[in-house]
């Protein structure tokens, strides 16, 4: 059974940085693209960041792009996403989510997801 656990997430001023953790089980990272999503108030969820199981090749959504990093611990079957020079804009509920479309190239895409972890909010404010 897939699970994924996110943690990390908190109150922080604008310009501040935050990781995000997210424990996978039923499933190794070796063999599933991953990523994070994230949904602001108000507004539809949108994707983050994905990397994939083969190479470990990356998507960024543009918003994020120079910010956030995402990386993955195989051995602790954990993804990461580290974010730096946080924005109010950046506020929002992140989700972990596996089993995904993920394409990295002239036409990036990462999207529908098949599992979700519970969100973990991530508040930019002073």
């Known amino acids: 059974q897939v699970q994924l656990v996110e943690s990390g997430g908190g109150l922080v001023q604008p310009g501040g940085s935050l990781r995000l953790s997210c424990a996978a089980s039923?499933?190794?990272?070796?063999?599933?693209?991953i990523g994070w999503f994230r949904q602001a108030p108000g507004k539809e969820r949108e994707e983050v960041s994905c990397?994939?199981?083969?190479?470990?090749?990356?998507y960024y959504a543009d918003s994020v792009k120079g910010r956030f990093t995402i990386s993955r611990d195989k051995a602790l079957n954990t993804v990461y996403l580290q974010m730096n020079s946080l924005k109010p804009e950046d506020t929002a509920v992140y989700y972990c989510?596996?089993?995904?479309?993920?394409?990295?190239?002239?036409?990036?895409?990462?999207?529908?997801?098949?599992?979700w972890g519970q969100g973990t909010q991530v508040t930019v404010s002073s």
């Open positions: 989510a596996t089993d995904l479309v993920l394409r990295i190239g002239l036409a990036s895409d990462c999207s529908r997801p098949r599992y």
């Open positions: 039923g499933f190794t990272l070796g063999h599933q693209d």
């Open positions: 990397i994939s199981s083969s190479d470990g090749s990356t």
